[in-house]
Nanobody
């Protein structure tokens, strides 16, 4: 099995920035795509971004394009989500997950391994 641990969440004002980290470990973790998902209060889980196993492909939800950026550090087995220009609607629990591929408009059903999540609150 793979293990994923998120960190970096917290309270930030609108327009502020946070960087989330997803530390991964386990068998063949380098060959999995990694996705970031979030669940806001009263809403369904949604895919935020993902990155392919090689790092060559990345996708973003329309609501975060231009504000969030995903990257992968192979040497550290860590995937980052840099979040800029944050909005109150970005508030939620952010989880990273490992799966077979990175595609647009994913809900996470195809992802097999999940972290416990880190809270992000955007509020003034």
């Amino acid at each position: 099995q793979l293990q994923l641990v998120e960190s970096g969440g917290g309270l930030v004002q609108p327009g502020g920035s946070l960087r989330l980290s997803c530390a991964t470990s386990g068998f063949a973790v380098d060959y999995y795509a990694i996705g970031w998902f979030r669940q806001a209060p009263g809403k369904e889980r949604e895919g935020v971004s993902c990155i392919s196993s090689t790092g060559d492909i990345s996708n973003y939800a329309d609501s975060v394009k231009g504000r969030l950026s995903i990257s992968r550090d192979k040497a550290k087995n860590t995937v980052y989500l840099q979040m800029n220009s944050l909005k109150p609607e970005d508030t939620g629990v952010y989880s990273c997950a490992a799966g077979p591929y990175c595609i647009a408009r994913m809900a996470g059903d195809e992802y097999d391994y999940w972290g416990q999540g880190t809270h992000v609150t955007v509020s003034s």
